[in-house]
């Protein structure tokens, strides 16, 4: 059907403009965290903020005040979910994955590789983008948690204190220990 009538398309318009400023202010209170770079968790949060505000303004049923009530109802969740993976590190492994060293001193680790579905190409390509040529040069390749890669230009990679962690094998990288 294109057209039903000029009312849906006033209701939709201005339902939209109200769900989006709110939205904005939920986010402006919820913190940088909900709108940082994705991890896992904070994917399915904005998948689901997308749902609700597609729901909410294309749907009769669906009032503002719902759509409201479950932008709150995530903002606090994403809130209450960082807060205990901060404060306890058994959560944080449940919630969030951890930074994999990828390459040390210019040698692809083949069995993290392996274990995070990365290519030698993916690496490289991350090493070209951070304007790199020489494989051999780098330190370290860190797959993030939220998916990026950091490289890290300087042999060895035991003189940066940010890779102690991952070298010790202690996977705790992402807040220090618990």
């Not at 057209?3 to 849906?8: E, I, K, P």
């Not at 492994?93 to 030698?120: C, N």
């Amino acid at each position: 059907m294109w057209f039903d009538s000029w009312t849906d398309i006033g209701r939709i318009a201005l339902t939209t403009l109200v769900i989006y400023a709110a939205l904005i202010g939920i986010l402006q209170v919820a913190g940088k965290r909900s709108i940082a770079k994705l991890n896992i968790f904070d994917l399915v949060v904005t998948v689901a903020l997308g749902s609700i505000l597609a729901s909410v303004m294309l749907t009769k049923a669906l009032s503002i005040a719902d759509g409201l009530a479950a932008f709150i109802v995530l903002a606090f969740l994403q809130w209450l979910v960082s807060f205990v993976s901060v404060r306890f590190g058994w959560f944080k492994q449940v919630i969030r994955s951890d930074s994999r060293l990828l390459l040390k001193d210019g040698k692809f680790l083949e069995a993290e590789m392996k274990a995070e579905r990365v290519t030698h190409g993916e690496i490289e390509a991350a090493i070209r983008g951070k304007g790199h040529g020489e494989i051999e040069k780098i330190a370290a390749v860190v797959l993030e948690s939220d998916g990026s890669f950091s490289v890290i230009e300087g042999l060895p990679a035991s003189q940066y204190s940010a890779l102690d962690r991952m070298l010790k094998g202690d996977t705790d990288t992402e807040t220090g220990g618990s």
